[in-house]
């Protein structure tokens, strides 16, 4: 199987194997470090959480460098912030974005997913299983204001929130790329992306490969809005106000009656799931792929 | 719970308790009194029925003063219309139209569902049911001449019909607005809604209670068409005749494989949607606020 | 039951009973007959496959004159025909056009459907099923370049292949137009075309009959690329490289997780359908309108 025939974004991006390269040392940023308190008590090193509980709102910042890839750990730490706001009653809205530059997050990470033992593919996908779970169905107002490329895993967490408005930057594309490595998204990816672009689009964009860059994803409906890249945390917080006026436990059934079919789905199905990845990714064609990848990826930033 | 947070048409309108309200006396308007004999065997005072037996098409008025509330006694009225005009062979297409100025229909009567017993909320649920399943599954083409205001189950009605014709007005906006006044949208609302614009903008418009204008109505696809009010009426007859060239058996077959499936899951789930409609609506925090409601809005008129 | 109450295109290429007519005799062109041995070894008399094994692509083109209406032979070979191109590891991607002039396909084939017994008509039936089942999953990439009118079964057909490019000519309509003749497409004609144009688009189309022009057919998604109609094979052929970029495994799996509910649920209730179809078929009602039809059409031709 060819790996990476036809990437359209950097491989470091579209991959993100970063997380464990040199470079990729943890540190909170200025910004981060403004949060204070809160920033510490809802989220962590590499969830920079600034609440705003005046206004109800929390800013949910992707800082794991260099490119936000979902590592087992990351992910861990995503769904603790987001059941810490969940449960603090101050708290009515979360805007999701990211903390490093140029990317909002670069999707799954591949070293979890090469050269370990079945047990921790299982665990691993277990947690992305997780982290779609809590954020799908999540009972805040979810909004993701996404200033940097989105591929992948990167683009399933975007499709969890109740509205996406992105950067309008011809660098940032987002998508289900997942072909392009030879690669199949699970079927829940499939059923969120259908429920956001209709049955057709989906059909296309999952079997291409496509990574739209902002027009097009506005014009297939993946975002809501399109916005120069200054503007998008404003426009962000703009959104989030409509939503929040909402009261609450109404849009909290609505929203529970539109996703519940969609997240049955996996839920039934969780374990049967875990079984077909960690069987999938155990086979020898698709570590030797993940491999060669990887090296190379290696030797390029060498 | 916050209701009518934000409303964006007028709250007697928006609401529509108007039914029991001094000035609500019922009378035939000149028109409806033009339809004779035909009006009287076919409507009621309250649906007037101007049935066009030549051209095999019947004009059904909605005609509940102020607001077309759909109270009990409508909702029986409009449900008997249809079944008379369904089973005289002479008819194969309705009209439904509004003839209260400004408004098509206000939606569901609270009055109905404050300060009586659960009989009577069971009671009310069963025939909004009626209407849904009635005029969702009737045999006959069914247009909706759109001449004014349409929200919540007045949009539902409207979502119904075969082909929707909206006034080019912009105090005539459509939508299902439920979350606004702090309720929510059963699930065949819903069905109904995403059947017609798709999962996403469903999710979106029944979260956020949008009332959508007729720009934007077209442009979602809640309507079919948007026209100069004054040519509401006539743009609705030449729909029909589109849609009655067709043989009649043909067509009433293949309705009914569109939307089996979504009428057989509240036919199957009917008692159950009965009693959380009327456990939901008998609770103390939403009978307060609805009273409250009702009280202002008295006042305002009085 | 009125029959072509309001036919839009040639009643001949509507309904194409033509392949028993005079002047139907079959004949390879001189196109075809370039494809030597591949052609023979791949296709047949009414299925010209031109192999092209370098680029991995075969182009089969349509040849039952007059208008490629589906007769039980044609649909045979065209099954046969598709299963020895995926059984050949040379080919990733075929491409589906027609070869002869002004009509894609004419679709079912009404002789096919009158004044035989009950066992024909089932026979015939399973094998348009078996159409739609190995083109609606074909491993390989299926690419239709619609280069004539395309109603009903030649709809179909279109719409099983994974990106359709339309020929820019008024003549050139798509649709599933069953209605008009007073006949039913059955469920899975119906899933085919909610998945690619969505619901309330579908409903509107199958109650109507709709055929829709090349501008209209691109704006409601039936096809994705209208070009002028010397273009309609380049362009197919530079769509057809755009998914064969893409690692055959991973687009294979996500194009049968797309589909296969879709197509489980005619495999779950092929017998019922079959069952369906001739006892609808076999109504005197019906049998004496196809037959008028089809004595009105031989009387023009003579």
Known sequence: MALAAALRVPARILLGAGARLPGAALGLTKRA????????????????VE????????VMRLNNPPVNT?????????????????????????????????????????TEMCGRSPAHYAEYWKAV?????????????????????????????ALTSDHRVLADNPKYSIGLNETLLGI???????????????????????????????????????????V?????QSVALSAIAQWMAIPDHARQLTK?????????????????????FVSFISRDSIQKSLQLYLERLKQKKG
């Open 33 to 48: 470090a403004g949060g204070g308190d809160g920033a510490r008590r809802f989220g962590s090193q590499r969830v920079l």
């Open 51 to 58: 609440p705003d509980a005046g206004a109800g709102v929390a």
């Open 70 to 110: 979902l590592s087992l750990e990351f992910l861990t730490e995503l769904v603790i912030s987001l059941e810490k706001l969940e449960n603090d009653k101050s708290f009515r809205g979360v805007i999701l974005t990211s903390d490093r530059p140029g990317v909002f997050s670069s999707g799954l990470d591949l």
């Open 129 to 157: 299983q997780e982290l779609w779970l809590r954020f799908y169905q999540c009972s805040l107002v979810l909004v993701a204001a996404i200033n940097g490329a989105c591929p992948a895993g990167g683009c399933l967490m």
């Open 184 to 226: 199949v998204a699970p079927f829940w990816f499939k059923d969120t992306l259908v429920n956001t672009i209709g049955h057709r689009a989906a059909e296309r964009a999952l079997q291409l490969g496509l990574l739209f860059p902002p027009a097009q994803a506005l014009q297939v409906g993946i975002v809501d809005q399109v």
């Open 228 to 232: 120069p890249e200054e503007q998008v």
């Open 256 to 276: 529970a009656m539109m996703r519940k079919a969609t997240a049955s789905r996996l839920i039934t199905h969780r374990e049967d799931d875990v079984q077909n």
